[in-house]
């Protein structure tokens, strides 16, 4: 069964650096033709992709938000990383990690979880 | 960095009604396109891959179609459990290429 589950602050303050950990099961971060992305949802409003990394390490960054993301995995802890810094009080938003088949598909996705930026 | 124009942003039909969005993507994709569907308060969820292919598990009342620049989603027959908002959702050159979404249309029963 896979699962995906991500972990971070609920509460962060403007210009902090924000980390979320994306812990998978259910199949291996080494696996040849899988990565997980992260995903974004400001309350409300569409779903924006953040980053991906695949099992060869490859890393790909939404154009608009290069400059502030950093991805990473640890394969042998079955977890996906990001750190986005100075973070924004737009940046508030349910940030969902997911599976992506190399043929460009999410078939699963965490449950999300809900990080709010204020002072 | 490619471009989709969902439409419309929302939409309310009937029971039963056929059901229609597109998607435009601003260059030639071929057929990188999926389609999902949201629930309130819960994650999305693959519907359609490769414009046309029913995810397994999917009803077939929904179907997709299309291929470079436009495509179109149906839901034959709307359903009370089809309220939710759709997305499509492109990708370009994976790996590690680039993903974008759609603005969602939100769907709701009149």
């Known amino acids: 069964q896979v699962t995906l589950k991500e972990s971070g602050p609920v509460l962060v303050k403007p210009t902090e650096t924000l980390t979320l950990t994306c812990t998978v099961s259910?199949?291996?971060?080494?696996?040849?033709?899988?990565?997980v992305s992260w995903i974004r949802q400001p309350p409300g409003k569409a779903l924006e992709w953040l980053a991906h990394?695949?099992?060869?390490?490859?890393?790909s960054y939404s154009t608009s938000l290069k400059s502030r993301l950093t991805i990473s995995k640890d394969t042998s802890k079955s977890q996906v990383v990001l750190t986005m810094t100075n973070m924004d009080p737009v940046d508030t938003a349910t940030y969902y990690c997911?599976?992506?088949?190399?043929?460009?598909?999410?078939?699963?996705w965490g449950q999300g979880t809900l990080v709010t930026v204020s002072s | 960095d490619i471009q989709m124009t969902q439409s419309p942003s929302s939409l309310s039909a009937s029971v039963g009604d056929r059901v229609t969005i597109t998607c435009q993507a601003s260059?030639?994709?071929?057929?990188?396109l999926n389609w999902y569907q949201q629930k309130p308060g819960k994650a999305p969820k693959l519907l359609i891959y490769?414009?046309?292919n029913l995810e397994t598990g999917v009803p077939s009342r929904f179907s997709g179609s299309g291929s470079g620049t436009d495509f179109t989603f149906t839901i034959s027959s709307l359903q009370p459990e089809d309220i939710a908002t759709y997305y499509c959702?492109?990708?370009?050159?994976?790996?590690?290429?680039?993903?974008?979404f759609g603005q969602g249309t939100r769907l709701e029963i009149k």
């Open positions: 997911a599976r992506l088949d190399s043929s460009g598909l999410f078939d699963y």
């Open positions: 259910g199949f291996s971060l080494s696996n040849a033709r899988m990565g």
């Open positions: 990394i695949f099992s060869n390490d490859e890393k």
């Open positions: 260059q030639d994709i071929s057929n990188y």
């Open positions: 490769d414009a046309s």
């Open positions: 959702q492109q990708y370009d050159n994976l790996p590690p290429g680039s993903i974008t």
